[in-house]
């Protein structure tokens, strides 16, 4: 079993930058992949990016590709997603999950994770 909370969420204007944290207790994420998703109010969930634990292998939406790093620690068993150059359209509330099971490729269905966090808002002003 492993709990994934989320951090770092908050109100910042267009062209800044927020770091979230996705923290995970409870097990290692060896061999798996964590993985960073959004809902914005009235849409779907829209997958942004995700690292494989072992090595390190990373997978980003088109739309914030160039934008967005995803990156691990492995000592303190934390995920983090760096935003930089935000946009009011990624507003969102942003959500860390881990893979259900090893992957050959990074997965990036939702249905493909589990142990979902709480989330965490980030809203961008125009």
């Known amino acids: 079993q492993v709990d994934l909370v989320e951090s770092g969420g908050g109100l910042v204007q267009a062209g800044d930058s927020l770091r979230l944290s996705c923290a995970a207790s409870?097990?290692?994420?060896?061999?798996?992949?964590v993985g960073w998703f959004r809902q914005a109010p009235g849409k779907s969930q829209e997958f942004v990016a995700a690292?494989?634990?072992?090595?390190?292998?990373?997978l980003y939406a088109r739309s914030v590709k160039g934008r967005f790093t995803i990156s691990r620690d492995n000592a303190k068993n934390a995920v983090y997603l760096q935003m930089n150059s935000l946009k009011p359209e990624d507003t969102a509330v942003y959500y860390c999950?881990?893979?259900?099971?090893?992957?050959?490729?990074?997965?990036?269905?939702?249905?493909?994770?589990?142990?979902w966090g709480q989330g965490t808002q980030v809203t961008v002003s125009s």
């Open positions: 999950a881990k893979s259900v099971r090893p992957f050959a490729r990074v997965p990036d269905r939702g249905s493909d994770f589990d142990s």
């Open positions: 690292i494989n634990w072992d090595d390190d292998t990373t």
């Open positions: 409870g097990r290692t994420l060896t061999d798996h992949t």
